[in-house]
């Protein structure tokens, strides 16, 4: 989530994320095209193009810490009256991590 005033509705109320359970459907390996947004030393992917289509996307770094799970999201914040550029990492979710020792399909 994010702060600020992009980070709730008209009322001021803190708009809610769905869950998300992700699975992967597949292992692939295709050239890409990833597209970046020049912030700092290093650049972020905004999105790739897969063929003649771009998917966009945001940055999540997952973190398996000794103290438990987490998805951190690293948010870009620009000044309007300067258009400087302010990095910042926010806490998104703390997960459950589940040990599977067999195939689950």
Partial sequence: MTSGPRAG?????????????????RVLTEPIVVETEPAGRRPRPTGFWRGTAFYRGESYLRVLADRGCFDLHRV?????????????WELTAELAAVPVRRPLF
Avoid: F, K, S
Wanted: glycine fraction near 6%; proline fraction near 7%.
């Fill in 76 to 88: 870009t914040d620009v000044d309007p009256w300067t258009w400087r550029t302010e990095g910042r």
């Fill in 9 to 25: 509705n008209d009322d001021g109320r803190r708009l809610r994320r769905p869950h998300l359970i992700l699975i992967e459907r």
